[in-house]
């Protein structure tokens, strides 16, 4: 993974298919997603009642043999997150629960909420509500709080909430996932055969547990997952597909399929892009593995230089982020990169990397590898500079602590060492990615949010998020 990329994220999953091991399936569901969120994990089973495991951890860690065989049922949610510093504590793993009707409601939510404090406020007379550390708590504390059965509980629900969100919530009696109205984050829908029926944040699950891919589940659509088929509900008009560009950049994983094509292709057309924009004098074409390979392969290809792989990757030390302050941070790039020397040394070299968000480790790369004997490092970014933080679920940090927001190209490429610095233009983004850019959140690059903000940025940066508490 990159060394700097945007962080914060989540995965969720949802199984209806009674003759199956619904909690063995949600495991490999989960464990393909471990991208997404590796703090901690866990799953709701459903049999006679609900019964909820979480923990902090890796999926693998988290969930053993006994434990999984324990969790018998017809139908499963399950959770992957990451949070920023200050969250990691077994309060904030999800599954979250409420208490509902004569039950429990149990659900997993990827994304971000803006109105945390007016829900709050309406759910004022709810105790449960009061106590919630999360909104992810306080959609549960809305669903729990609402009446009928579970579908119309969350179109009711929807109707309160605003900003980011893709939802799996069960209860004893049913179990549905829901979108918000602009799609910020990724949910599609998928068939196990004549089994049942599932929902992934992303599409690399369906290979990992052999469903097919139906379709994305649509923004301010509720479904209602059977095992003989799904009831969809119309909650709230889309406002216009708005998905979060960095899916496409660097958060899905790249053999998922992202509005109706390929992450791994969407990021080579990334690189060819970046290389007739942005061409550099080089000899060796290196991506910094494993997010900015399918860009740098794309560079290779276009510029007509040839790419290797020049840096290797402990594949056992988690992405670089995940650490919990800078200076361990720091030091994980020379615990998770080692040069080639024999490879990098006496060429210039053009290193592809998908994004810079904080810049505190790039520099470091550049040293690397300018010490294994590159003569130049040319520093191609596939993705616009990032200027403005993210509200939607992702720790983009304060705009303070943006290099972009705060240097231009000249001064980063300065500060890291670089020989050359050029960063993907938004037109150039937008044409690798093929679609139009109206279906798409690009705040974080343009400042143009498509989900109204609280009034206090400030206010909200405090509040409880999707994932965990952001800290400031
Ligand atoms: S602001 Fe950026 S990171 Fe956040 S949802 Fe929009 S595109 Fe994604």
Redesign the pocket.
Known sequence: MSIDS?REECGVFAVAAPTRDVARLTYFALHSMQHRGQESAGMAVVDSGVTVVRELGLVATVFDEPSLSSLTGDFAIGHVRYSTTGANKWDNAQPVTSPRLDGLVALGHNGNLTNSDELRADLMDDRRALEAGTDSELIAAALAAAPGDLAQAAAQTMQQIVG?YSVVALDEHSLIAFRDPSG?RPLSLGRLGDDGWCVASETCAFEQIGATYEREVEPGEIVVLKADGVASLRAMPSTGPKL???EQIYFARPDSVLDGGTVWQRRRRMGEQLAVESPAEADLVVGLPDSGTPAAIGFAGAAGIGYSEAVVRNRYVGRSFIQPDQTLRRQGVRLKFSPLEDVIRGKRLVVVDDSIVRGTTMGQVVEMLMEAGATEVHLRISSPPVLWP?F?G?D?ADREQLIAANHDVDEIASMTGATSLAYLSLDGLQSAIGTPASGY????LTGEYPIALPESADKLRFEADACGRVEA
């Open positions: 945007p980011a910020v979060c560009i960095f993210c939607y992702i983009m959140c690009r705040a974080c």
